[in-house]
């Protein structure tokens, strides 16, 4: 055994190697007899009715079941409330089926070509669907929960996913030591020693807000069990594997080795057995008949993470508006106290922190706030309102940029810490802030596997920069963008990605926002109908939003707009990085008072905005390079000439306030401007929305970075002249002129 502690080595060695451990009572040999019938008879079921459909079954590894279903007996015998499974798809409607539950003809019934879906989503393939299900477990008598998590094709990617839900399960029982709430993970043997996500779920294991006090995991072992099928039903394996396939073709099925065993024994007699198999067969006879009555698949029957009250009885948000985002100014006031002070007697903080505590204090007696305290407010706030708060990634408790510091040191005592969020009232939700392990992919599915289990917590994962994300693109792919369309799954996700083209080189610079907007579902060609509830309806019929914030206040409301709304999106914020620290990227406390909101779009109120007939372009922009525009503008002398309106929410596109903004400048140029390059950024996802809008007559112009490959440039003066240069094209009022669109 490959473990240097020697306690752990005995505990495994008396487990396994005391005589007669594996002795079984005359009634748990037939237990085991029934559930390995079960576990058979189920696939030759599904193998008769079948026989051309892919089921990815468990042939040649039936003995699965009966083990999964020991180890929960045994775990609710010993205290378990709550098991959360993942697994890959090979035997997954079995599990379902024998494990969880589920109802027969509901498995049966999605075999069915004619079934038609519903409209609650674009759904998933059977294999991959999901289940929740609270029962009495038979063995105990005692009430069980089970969910198994709904997973893709991508194998142990949702390893992260099951231990984040079962740490956020543990979390709000407040199951310390993971006696109420465990995970099992099953795995097949060659994705378990090939998959990198396996290692880096691993990894959580014993970090501080990640571990989940030990996970049981069965892996499948091809070399004991195997495979008597092909990867598929449809596949053939003796094209690749002719020598083994006739051994395995020669193995007599488990089920008849056991029974034999058991009536030779006389444990059971073979009449026994006969009719065992028979009162399932006809279970299963029956549960085909009534599946033929369904004639819609509904989604939310597989439903794996529900959200009792949240939603209406048929699933439906409650109201289709969101109340104001801001608060009260002695609310405000008091956090950026707390946020300015050290709550915890004798307790030594660097000199260097001292200066941003002081300045903290002295933006809060001038009412003003910079990018960390408006992010400090809106968890704060949260926190009152009894709202927990989880901030994960690499070295989110400082922050990258070293504006956070959520987490104090003693200078002086070793790993002695404070959190001043944690002292803002005597009775608040906790604060959860938490450097991760050094990885994003595993992380990620971690914090979204947390976010499933309560629509009443802000769960917001940070990448220590926003390139680092495509890492993570299997969660972001396969589970964020697309979650909710396959398994009708809210989430609330945050992902705060640092963004902005500054020099830094071209892994330091790009959230690759592009890519986020290629996945919005919002139609480019559709010219919405603009009702009341316009803004809120048209959050709910997205996939996920997509901000780029300008102004500290707008990042403060989006923060707290995300669980104010009556459902749930993932919100994907490029947030800043220069910006953090620029002097004028602050706001006042009268943009985040009672009665304020988000601005899904910010206009032009200068000169411009007074005289909008003499206005010759109005630039359309997102993020930190607004403040280039306006600092160029003002030194062209070009405010009342230029019109500069921001677009705070990409994803979905406000059509609403920016057909307002175009009505408002008839007769000026349109011009988009990015700093990022053309073939990245936005301008592919703003053109044709834009054009819409126009009715395809006013061309919208580009200006900003030529296409490139690499997403920034490494060379600091190549930066600033490709800066110069389109700063230049966006106030030179005469660039398009002749030019054909």
């Given at each position: 055994m490959f473990i240097n502690d020697v306690e752990q080595c005995q505990w495994i060695r008396q487990k396994f190697e005391t005589p007669g451990v594996m002795k079984f009572t005359n009634e748990e040999?037939?237990?085991?007899?029934?559930?390995?019938?079960?576990?058979?008879r189920f696939e030759d079921f599904l193998a008769r009715k079948w026989s051309s459909e892919k089921r990815f079954g468990l042939e040649g590894c039936e003995v699965m079941i009966p083990a999964l279903k020991t180890i929960i007996d045994k775990s609710s015998e010993m205290g378990i409330e709550y098991v959360i499974m993942g697994m890959p798809h090979r035997g997954r409607l079995n599990v379902l089926a024998n494990v969880i539950r589920k109802e027969l003809e509901q498995i049966f019934c999605q075999f069915d070509p004619k079934l038609e879906a519903a409209d609650e989503g674009s759904g998933d393939v059977k294999y991959h669907l999901g289940m929740y299900h609270e029962r009495i477990n038979r063995a105990t008598n005692k009430k069980i929960t089970l969910s198994l998590m709904a997973n893709p094709s991508h194998l142990e990617a949702v390893d992260p996913v099951v231990q984040g839900k079962t740490k956020a399960e543990q979390f709000y029982r407040g199951d310390t030591a993971g006696k109420k709430v465990m995970s099992i993970l099953l795995h097949g043997d060659a994705a378990f020693a090939g998959q990198g996500v396996v290692y880096e779920t691993f990894h959580l294991s014993d970090l501080p807000s990640y571990t989940t006090n030990g996970t049981i995991h069965v892996v499948v072992n091809n070399q004991v069990c195997y495979r008597r099928r092909g990867h598929n039903e449809m596949d053939e394996p003796m094209f690749t594997q002719p020598l083994m396939y006739?051994?395995?073709?020669?193995?007599?099925?488990?089920?008849?080795?056991?029974?034999?065993?058991?009536?030779?024994?006389?444990?059971?007699?073979?009449?026994?057995?006969e009719e065992e198999?028979?009162?399932?067969?006809?279970?299963?006879?029956?549960?085909?008949?009534?599946?033929?009555?369904?004639k819609i698949l509904h989604i939310k029957h597989w439903l794996d993470s529900p959200w009792p009250g949240f939603f209406n009885v048929d699933g439906e948000p409650k109201s289709m508006s969101c109340p104001p985002t801001g608060i009260s100014e002695d609310l405000l006031t008091h956090i950026g106290n707390v946020a300015s002070s050290v709550p915890i007697k004798d307790f030594k903080i660097h000199a260097g922190l001292s200066r941003i505590l002081r300045a903290r204090l002295e933006m809060t007696k001038n009412r003003v706030v910079d990018w960390a305290l408006a992010e400090y407010m809106a968890f704060g706030s949260f926190l009152k309102e009894g709202i927990h708060v989880r901030l994960s990634g690499q070295d989110v408790e400082r922050g990258t940029f070293s504006h956070r510091h959520h987490v104090l040191h003693d200078q002086e005592v070793d790993k002695r810490t404070c959190v001043p969020m944690n002292h803002l009232w005597e009775q608040q939700a906790p604060y959860t802030v938490c450097n991760s392990s050094l990885s994003e992919y595993g992380v990620l599915g971690f914090e979204l596997g947390f976010a499933m289990a309560s629509p009443n917590a802000l769960v917001c994962w940070e990448a220590q920069f926003g390139d680092f994300h495509n890492t993570a693109q299997c969660i972001i792919d396969q589970f964020i963008s697309s979650g909710q369309a396959k398994w009708v799954r809210h989430n609330g996700i945050v992902l705060l990605l640092p963004h902005g083209m500054e020099g830094m080189g071209p892994e330091h610079s790009?959230?690759?926002?592009?890519r986020f907007?290629?996945?919005?579902?919002?139609?480019?060609?559709?010219?919405?109908e603009f009702t009341e509830q316009f803004e809120v309806s048209q959050?709910?019929?997205?996939?996920?939003?997509?901000?780029?914030?300008?102004t500290p206040a707008n990042y403060f409301h989006v923060l707290r707009r995300q669980i104010l709304l009556p459902f749930r999106k993932p919100l994907i914020i490029l947030t800043p990085k220069s910006l953090l620290r620029h002097p004028e990227a602050k706001s006042s406390f009268d943009e985040m008072v009672s009665g304020t909101t988000f601005q899904r779009v910010i206009p032009e109120n200068g000169l411009a905005a007074h005289a909008p007939h003499e206005v010759r372009r109005v630039i359309f922009c997102t993020g930190k390079v607004y403040y280039d525009l306006v600092k160029e503008r003002k030194n062209q002398d070009l405010e009342k000439q230029v019109a500069i309106t921001r677009l705070e929410q990409i994803s979905p596109f406000p059509f609403d306030l920016l057909k307002e903004e175009l009505e408002k400048y008839p007769g000026a140029d349109l011009v988009w401007c990015q700093e990022e390059h053309k073939n990245s950024g936005y301008y592919d996802y703003v053109k044709p929305r834009f054009r819409t809008i126009?009715?395809?007559?006013?061309?919208?112009?580009?200006?900003?970075?030529?296409?490139?490959?690499?997403?920034?440039?490494?060379n600091k003066n190549t930066h600033l002249v490709s800066l110069r240069r389109f700063l230049d094209t966006a106030f030179n009022l005469e660039a398009f002129e002749g030019k054909t669109f």
């Amino acid at each position: 055994m490959f473990i240097n502690d020697v306690e752990q080595c005995q505990w495994i060695r008396q487990k396994f190697e005391t005589p007669g451990v594996m002795k079984f009572t005359n009634e748990e040999k037939r237990t085991l007899l029934a559930r390995l019938v079960r576990s058979m008879r189920f696939e030759d079921f599904l193998a008769r009715k079948w026989s051309s459909e892919k089921r990815f079954g468990l042939e040649g590894c039936e003995v699965m079941i009966p083990a999964l279903k020991t180890i929960i007996d045994k775990s609710s015998e010993m205290g378990i409330e709550y098991v959360i499974m993942g697994m890959p798809h090979r035997g997954r409607l079995n599990v379902l089926a024998n494990v969880i539950r589920k109802e027969l003809e509901q498995i049966f019934c999605q075999f069915d070509p004619k079934l038609e879906a519903a409209d609650e989503g674009s759904g998933d393939v059977k294999y991959h669907l999901g289940m929740y299900h609270e029962r009495i477990n038979r063995a105990t008598n005692k009430k069980i929960t089970l969910s198994l998590m709904a997973n893709p094709s991508h194998l142990e990617a949702v390893d992260p996913v099951v231990q984040g839900k079962t740490k956020a399960e543990q979390f709000y029982r407040g199951d310390t030591a993971g006696k109420k709430v465990m995970s099992i993970l099953l795995h097949g043997d060659a994705a378990f020693a090939g998959q990198g996500v396996v290692y880096e779920t691993f990894h959580l294991s014993d970090l501080p807000s990640y571990t989940t006090n030990g996970t049981i995991h069965v892996v499948v072992n091809n070399q004991v069990c195997y495979r008597r099928r092909g990867h598929n039903e449809m596949d053939e394996p003796m094209f690749t594997q002719p020598l083994m396939y006739k051994q395995i073709h020669k193995q007599v099925p488990v089920l008849k080795k056991y029974a034999d065993k058991l009536i030779a024994d006389g444990t059971v007699t073979l009449q026994e057995f006969e009719e065992e198999i028979a009162k399932y067969d006809r279970i299963c006879e029956e549960a085909y008949t009534r599946s033929k009555d369904n004639k819609i698949l509904h989604i939310k029957h597989w439903l794996d993470s529900p959200w009792p009250g949240f939603f209406n009885v048929d699933g439906e948000p409650k109201s289709m508006s969101c109340p104001p985002t801001g608060i009260s100014e002695d609310l405000l006031t008091h956090i950026g106290n707390v946020a300015s002070s050290v709550p915890i007697k004798d307790f030594k903080i660097h000199a260097g922190l001292s200066r941003i505590l002081r300045a903290r204090l002295e933006m809060t007696k001038n009412r003003v706030v910079d990018w960390a305290l408006a992010e400090y407010m809106a968890f704060g706030s949260f926190l009152k309102e009894g709202i927990h708060v989880r901030l994960s990634g690499q070295d989110v408790e400082r922050g990258t940029f070293s504006h956070r510091h959520h987490v104090l040191h003693d200078q002086e005592v070793d790993k002695r810490t404070c959190v001043p969020m944690n002292h803002l009232w005597e009775q608040q939700a906790p604060y959860t802030v938490c450097n991760s392990s050094l990885s994003e992919y595993g992380v990620l599915g971690f914090e979204l596997g947390f976010a499933m289990a309560s629509p009443n917590a802000l769960v917001c994962w940070e990448a220590q920069f926003g390139d680092f994300h495509n890492t993570a693109q299997c969660i972001i792919d396969q589970f964020i963008s697309s979650g909710q369309a396959k398994w009708v799954r809210h989430n609330g996700i945050v992902l705060l990605l640092p963004h902005g083209m500054e020099g830094m080189g071209p892994e330091h610079s790009s959230a690759r926002p592009e890519r986020f907007l290629q996945m919005s579902n919002d139609d480019s060609d559709a010219y919405p109908e603009f009702t009341e509830q316009f803004e809120v309806s048209q959050l709910y019929e997205c996939n996920w939003i997509v901000v780029n914030c300008s102004t500290p206040a707008n990042y403060f409301h989006v923060l707290r707009r995300q669980i104010l709304l009556p459902f749930r999106k993932p919100l994907i914020i490029l947030t800043p990085k220069s910006l953090l620290r620029h002097p004028e990227a602050k706001s006042s406390f009268d943009e985040m008072v009672s009665g304020t909101t988000f601005q899904r779009v910010i206009p032009e109120n200068g000169l411009a905005a007074h005289a909008p007939h003499e206005v010759r372009r109005v630039i359309f922009c997102t993020g930190k390079v607004y403040y280039d525009l306006v600092k160029e503008r003002k030194n062209q002398d070009l405010e009342k000439q230029v019109a500069i309106t921001r677009l705070e929410q990409i994803s979905p596109f406000p059509f609403d306030l920016l057909k307002e903004e175009l009505e408002k400048y008839p007769g000026a140029d349109l011009v988009w401007c990015q700093e990022e390059h053309k073939n990245s950024g936005y301008y592919d996802y703003v053109k044709p929305r834009f054009r819409t809008i126009v009715n395809h007559i006013r061309p919208i112009w580009y200006v900003g970075r030529e296409p490139a490959a690499a997403a920034a440039t490494g060379n600091k003066n190549t930066h600033l002249v490709s800066l110069r240069r389109f700063l230049d094209t966006a106030f030179n009022l005469e660039a398009f002129e002749g030019k054909t669109f």
